[in-house]
Structures are given as C-alpha cells and as structure tokens.
C-alpha cells in the first residue's frame, strides 16, 4: 500500500510524542513491504531540535508554506491506498479539504489525541485539524484512545466508522540496555512537562520524593517551568532522545507512567511511553484509568497507584519482585503491543470495504 500522511511531525521527538509513535509504525510498514508519504510542516522548534532527517523506505515532505506544496500532496492523494490526516496536524483542515477533493482511497482520520480533541471541541475552541463539518468527510476515523471516546467522535463529530488505533513500541529500539549512571534512580519518570498530568504527577512522584529524601528521583523531559516544585533529590535530564530512551528505562528500579487528565478521564488511553518502558523491561507503576486492566494485569504486569502511599508501598516490594513485574511486563508487550501489531490492525482496518461516498455513489448512477 501506499499511505500519504499528514501530521504534526516525525522528524522531532521533541515535546511531543507523536514523532516516536510514526517511526515506529513507518520501520513496521517498511518491513510489510508498504510506502509513507509524511508530510510535516517545517516549524522552527522542531526544526532546530530535529532528530531524524529521512525516514528509510519512505519518503518525508518538509514544506514551509501549505501553498508551496500543497500541488505535490494533492497528486500524492491521488493515487495513495490511504490518506491520513492526523490530529494536531498545523495544515489539518487544509490536508483535510485537500483529501476529499482528491483522495480515490481509503479517506482517514487518526486522533492522536482524541480526549484533548474533545474536550477543547466541547469548550468551543477551535483547532487547526477539524472544521466545520467535522469528521464526517472521512471513511474511517482512528482514535489512539477507546473506549467512550469512540462513541463520542461518532455522535459529536459525526465520524462514521471509527476504531482504535492504539500506542505501540518497536522492540529493536526499545529493549534493555546497560544501565547508565546518570540515569540511575530509585523511581523515574520520563515525559513532556503538561499542566494536566502535574496534579498526578506531583501526588505519585512529588510527594514521594519529599517523604522519601534517602531515595533517588529522576525526570527526563522539556518545557519543565521555572516554579515546578524540585526537591534535593529530584534530579532533572533535560529532552531525553528515542536513542536514550532505553538506558533511562533500564537505569531505575521503578518507572512511572502519568496520563494527561483528560486522557484518564475518558480511559482506554495507554501511551507510547507505556510500552516503550516495558518493552526495556522496566517494572511500571501507572497512574488508574479504565481499560489499562486490558493491556496489562495489575499487580503482576504492571503496578497501579491512586496515592503517594501506593508509590511508597510500591519503592518498598523487593528488587527480586520488581524484576518478576518487569518479565511479565515485557512479554505481555512483545505479544500484544508492537508496532508490527498495530500495523496489522492497520492493514485490516484499510482493507475493510468503507460505503459508498456521497460523490461516487453519484457517480456509479
């Protein structure tokens, strides 16, 4: 198949998480044998933190203005097996006008962020990858989040067939690797500072640094504020690349994973970093939303904290049965949550016949 995409980026893992969560699935499509066409609009602070400049097997589109390329993409779409347009896209609405027009395959939406999407739509915002008609243009609409949110793109945004497309990790970049010492600490946490995850994280991590001063703490991440409540033995690596994110998996006894509020809210919401850490074979402890019991088994793949008790109770539990979480961890991720695996969901879902289009149906009359 040939797949044209149009996204927020892949070519900077910086303060996002969208660009790690591509490359994966694109070095999976190469391997099945398939074509991307990415599309990123080439913004400044991606451009200056860029860590990837060509994608193997693929091709990337680097443009500056949407006129200056928006030829090229129409006569991409135009014979592509799917077009993807994706949340957070700057050019979305664009890309999605441009879609319609042009695109004779499989017309598709991917929600990276769907509770976000949601809740801002909901608000009255506006974003800069749904109009006015919202999701009804497309034959089939993804969601990184299950669950209600399904529901909800389809009554709200008026999507017409949707499924979830869920986070993933490529195990020949994520696995475990030699531990560094700068990277050692008893619990670590690895993300992009959002003011929507700090309520949790400063209750399973903050909180716990400061009652637990003998023990070391360690974030990895960018866009921390000057007046995030650091403590003596919260240590900070500033953005930390795809390339260390195994030897900072691999150099903490514990990991936590912190879900942005809206996200948890909604549940069925597990990110890239989840199955990036297990698939280092860290031993995880998350954050509670509904549906994480349908990706790991709590208590023996994965471990669970409502409070900063839970993760003092959990820094507790023996070396030994850390290690037996992580395995677990580890295997149930290599099954289930690959990048190969979703683009085999990929593949069945495109391969699905959509209904008619409104336009094609006339034109078969």
């Known amino acids: 198949m040939k797949l044209v995409v149009f996204g927020l980026t892949i070519s900077s893992s910086w303060g996002n998480g969208h660009a790690t969560l591509w490359r994966g699935l694109a070095r999976a499509l190469a391997r099945r044998g398939h074509r991307l066409v990415f599309f990123e609009h080439d913004v400044p602070y991606y451009a200056q933190n860029r860590d990837l400049w060509e994608i193997e097997g693929h091709d ?32 979305g609405i664009e890309a999605t006008e441009l879609v319609v027009e042009h695109g004779r395959g499989c017309r598709t939406f991917y929600d990276l962020d769907t509770p976000v999407t949601l809740s801002r739509l909901a608000a009255g915002e506006t974003t800069t990858y749904i109009g006015a008609q919202g999701l009804r243009d497309f034959d089939l609409v993804l969601s990184y989040t299950g669950g ?19 986070g993933h990790v490529d195990p020949q970049i994520h696995r475990p690797a030699t531990p ?56 900070f690596v500033r953005h930390t690349p795809p390339s260390d994110h195994p030897a900072f998996f691999s150099s903490s006894r514990l990991t936590l994973n912190v879900t942005r509020a809206p996200m948890a809210a909604m549940g069925w919401c597990p990110s890239g970093r989840l199955f990036e850490a297990a698939s280092c074979g860290a031993a995880i402890l998350s954050d509670d939303w509904e549906g994480l019991d349908a990706f790991f ?69």
Request: contains cysteine.
């Open 60 to 91: 990337l589109v680097l443009y500056g203005a949407w006129e200056d390329v928006r030829y090229r993409a129409a006569a991409e779409v135009a014979d592509a097996d799917a077009a993807i347009v994706t949340s957070y896209c700057p050019h």
């Open 148 to 166: 209600a949110a399904l529901e909800r793109l389809a009554r709200d945004l008026g999507a017409r067939r949707v499924a979830p497309l869920y």
């Open 180 to 235: 560094v010492d700068h990277f050692r600490a008893d619990l670590s946490y690895l993300g992009t500072y959002a003011a929507d995850r700090q309520d949790a994280l400063e209750a399973l991590f903050v909180e716990p640094a400061r009652r637990c001063p003998e023990r070391r703490f360690l974030i990895g991440g960018a866009q921390y504020p000057p007046d995030f409540p650091w403590s003596e033995n919260i240590f």
């Open 297 to 365: 088994t709590p208590g023996s793949e994965i471990l669970v904290a409502r409070t900063s008790e839970d993760t003092i109770a959990a820094l507790d539990k023996g070396d030994s049965e850390l290690r037996r979480i992580a395995r677990a961890g580890r295997e149930r991720t290599l099954e289930e949550h690959t990048s190969e695996r979703r683009v085999e969901e990929l593949e069945a879902l495109l391969a699905t016949p959509a209904e008619l289009r409104p336009h094609d149906a006339a034109l078969e009359a």
